[in-house]
């Protein structure tokens, strides 16, 4: 990325100068200096666009403009020049508009794809595509990847197990609750999720609100409720959270 090679050339050439002027220590502190600095300076400047532009896209997004919204993250790809992974987090909060507001399943699979395994909620809405084509190897790949990173996620797990049984596997939902209860024994909800599944029941996914109706793998009719779809909040982007109103 341009800010690593700014900054590789500053403190090379920082140290080169001190080598030659002065002493190995010299080279040293100017080296380290040259290369500190740029990623301070040019992290600073990064993150200011970031966040004009984040304040920018969460006022379309509580106006319902989501389109809007859309192009403003489009925009700061440039910005991905700058630092790694920038802009697969980018990728991953279009995909999670494009799947959660807009329902617009296929447009946003190209985006989940690229969204970091960090990003749990975008792998989730992935999964939930590969579910509703019957692509189940590739949903349980989507998953597996996920929990390897974001063990600690209590809706992740039951996302998973919930979508196991959906498609019929109960052995497998069970073994993805006990894998979960496993890496957060205190998760109550995870500990009922397993109890009603074992009871050969559906288990109440209610309780987690906003963020499990985002993942449209149910619907609050389906889960006997009337009220339309709560409110959803997307991944972080750039140090910075969005809210989404009702969609």
Known sequence: MLTFAIAFLAGAGGFTLGFKFFDPWSAAFLGLAGLITPLIL???KVMKQLEAKNK??????????FDKAIAVFES????????????ASM????GVLKFAAQRDFDGARPYLEKAPRKLWMARVMLASV????????????VFEGAVAKNKKQGLL???????????GEKTKALEVLQKGIAAIPQDARLKAHLAAVEKGKKPK????????????IETPSMAGQTQG??????????????????M
């Open 42 to 44: 040019i992290g600073r």
């Open 56 to 65: 920018e896209a969460e006022a379309h997004i509580g106006a319902q403009r």
């Open 76 to 87: 700061m790809r440039p910005l991905g020049l700058w630092f790694p992974r920038l802009t």
């Open 91 to 94: 990728d991953g909060q279009i």
């Open 130 to 141: 590969h579910l509703k084509k019957h692509q189940y190897d590739q949903m349980e790949k």
């Open 157 to 167: 797990w039951a996302a998973y197990a919930f979508c196991q049984l959906k498609r």
């Open 205 to 216: 996914m209610t309780a987690y609100g906003s963020e499990w109706y985002a993942f449209h």
């Open 229 to 246: 779809q709560p409110k959803f909040m997307p991944p972080q982007v750039g140090g910075k959270r969005m809210r989404m109103r009702r």
